[in-house]
Nanobody, 113 residues
Framework: QVQLVESGGGLVQAGGSLRLSCVFS??????MGWYRQAPGKQRELVAR???????NYADSVKGRFTISRDNAKNTAYLQMNSLKPEDTAVYYC?????????WGQGTQVTVSS
């Protein structure tokens, strides 16, 4: 059974930083992704990382967020710096393309102005 568990969210002031973690079990992923869903909006892809550590970012987070992975620990990370109120959302990890049966509960990130 595949499980993905996100953690590390919280409340932070604008300009602050958070580091999210995603521990996965039950399978391995060629491409890992971090996604987010803000209230009233569709879930969107924030960042991707390939097994060879190539990365790709949404324009809205480029230069502020960094995705990484530790395959030995079955963990993916999202370092978020210079956070903005518009980054407020529930953040999820999943493979890319995402599988509906892999979504976890996510971790809430709230950025106050």
């Amino acid at each position: 059974q595949v499980q993905l568990v996100e953690s590390g969210g919280g409340l932070v002031q604008a300009g602050g930083s958070l580091r999210l973690s995603c521990v996965f079990s039950g399978t391995t992923f060629g491409i890992m992704g971090w996604y987010r869903q803000a209230p009233g909006k569709q879930r969107e892809l924030v960042a991707r990382i390939w097994s060879g550590d190539t990365t790709n970012y949404a324009d809205s987070v480029k230069g502020r967020f960094t995705i990484s992975r530790d395959n030995a620990k079955n963990t993916a990370y999202l370092q978020m710096n210079s956070l903005k109120p518009e980054d407020t959302a529930v953040y999820y990890c999943n493979r890319w393309p995402a599988r509906d049966d892999y979504w976890g509960q996510g971790t809430q990130v709230t950025v106050s102005s």
